[in-house]
């Protein structure tokens, strides 16, 4: 299993990271430094509608370390494709880009199941993506979106329940579970304690992506790799 710990940026910064963590370009260093072999970006601004940190993410992408997935709400041909360009190993499309098919065919088709995951944010086993604004959502089931997706060649899902991310409450096991068994799952929205990390790994899923928990230090990252080897 892969661990992903979390970089969500805000304001040029590290949203609740302690000061050795708060610059993004630090925390990939460290990250990567530590044995992290995968890093998790989020541009928090962007995904809200709040600006964005544009150049500080391309300036992530091109660091080098640790591999670097980007998520927040991307869904759009040509967000996805330039995160790609700057460096991006892969890119989480969300939003539109999940639910519309053809979309999602033709991201696939370009880019391939390697570069592209789709993140399915849920609520009460329904698709419920935070960052869709006024947007409405059409009430889909997650493990009908994932099986669809599943059949369209679709590899890597990054699962959240909504209710649950930046809480310390533990992970939706059984929602992420649920999803189609031939996909990587990717399960973020949380992580306590090193027995999420081990009970993820016991369920088989592909990966745990970490921030609060990291932040507040409940446990360090060696910790947390020992764990999911």
Not at 22 to 39: Q, S
Not at 199 to 209: D, M
Request: with cysteine.
């Amino acid at each position: 299993m892969e661990l992903y710990p979390a970089i969500d940026v805000q304001g040029g910064r590290v949203a609740r990271a302690s000061a050795a963590l708060a610059d993004p370009l630090a925390a990939l260093e460290r990250y990567a430094r530590d044995g992290a072999r995968w890093v998790h970006y989020v541009d928090l601004d962007r995904a809200y509608g709040r600006g964005d940190n544009r150049d500080l993410t391309r300036t992530v992408l091109a660091a080098g370390g640790a591999r670097v997935q980007v998520g927040g709400g991307l869904s759009t041909e040509a967000a996805i494709e330039e995160l790609l360009a700057w460096g991006a190993a892969r890119v989480v499309a969300g939003g539109g880009a999940v639910t519309d098919s053809r979309l999602a065919d033709r991201l696939l088709a370009r880019h391939g199941a390697e570069r592209i995951a789709f993140g399915i944010d849920s609520r009460d086993g329904q698709f419920a993506p935070r960052a869709s604004g006024p947007v409405r959502v059409p009430e889909i089931p997650a493990t009908d979106l994932a099986r669809r997706l599943s059949t369209q060649g679709a590899r890597t899902i990054v699962y959240t329940n909504v209710t649950r991310d930046g809480t310390l409450e533990g992970l939706d096991l059984t929602g992420a579970r649920a999803l189609d068994a031939q996909l990587d799952v990717i399960v973020s929205g949380g992580v306590a304690s090193l027995d999420d990390l081990r009970a993820a790994r016991a369920a088989g899923l592909a990966g745990a992506i970490v921030g609060r928990a990291l932040h507040e230090a409940k446990f360090t990252l060696a910790e947390a790799l020992a764990c999911v080897a």
